[in-house]
Nanobody, 119 residues
Framework: QVQLVESGGGLVQAGGSLRLSCAASGRTFSNYYMGWFRQAPGKEREFVANINWSGGITYGADSVKGRFTISRDNAKNTVYLQMSSLKPEDTAVYYC????????????WGQGTQVTVSS
C-alpha cells in the first residue's frame, strides 16, 4: 500500500500561484509513477499532469501547459504541483495518485485538497 496526503490547497485570486504537495509513505516512492488529477463540482475527474519515476519525464494536460509544473523529490517522498497564472476554471479538488507502471492504472489516491480561484 501507498498512502498519499495532499496539502497546499486554498483560496487564491485569479492570476495568483499555489504549490501543492503530496507526501507518500508505505512503499518505495521512487518505484511509482505519480500523477495529479482534479475534479470540479459537477464534473468528471480529469488528468492534470504526471511524472515518471526519476522525474525526468513529465506530461501536462493542454489546459495547464505553460502554467502548471509537476516535479518530485524522491529523497523527500514528495511530488509537487506548482500552479501559476491561476484561473477561476482551475477551481477543483486536486488529487495525487500513484501507479507502478507507465501504462497501468493509478492504484493509490490521496484524499484531495481544495483549490479555489476567485475572479
Amino acid at each position: 500500500q501507498v498512502q498519499l496526503v495532499e496539502s497546499g490547497g486554498g483560496l487564491v485570486q485569479a492570476g495568483g500561484s499555489l504549490r501543492l504537495s503530496c507526501a507518500a509513505s508505505g512503499r518505495t516512492f521512487s518505484n511509482y509513477y505519480m500523477g495529479w488529477f482534479r475534479q470540479a463540482p459537477g464534473k468528471e475527474r480529469e488528468f492534470v499532469a504526471n511524472i515518471n519515476w526519476s522525474g525526468g519525464i513529465t506530461y501536462g494536460a493542454d489546459s495547464v501547459k505553460g502554467r502548471f509544473t509537476i516535479s518530485r523529490d524522491n529523497a523527500k517522498n514528495t511530488v509537487y504541483l506548482q500552479m501559476s497564472s491561476l484561473k477561476p476554471e482551475d477551481t477543483a479538488v486536486y488529487y495525487c495518485a500513484a501507479k507502478a507502471t507507465r501504462t497501468g492504472k493509478y492504484d493509490f489516491w490521496g484524499q484531495g485538497t481544495q483549490v479555489t480561484v476567485s475572479s
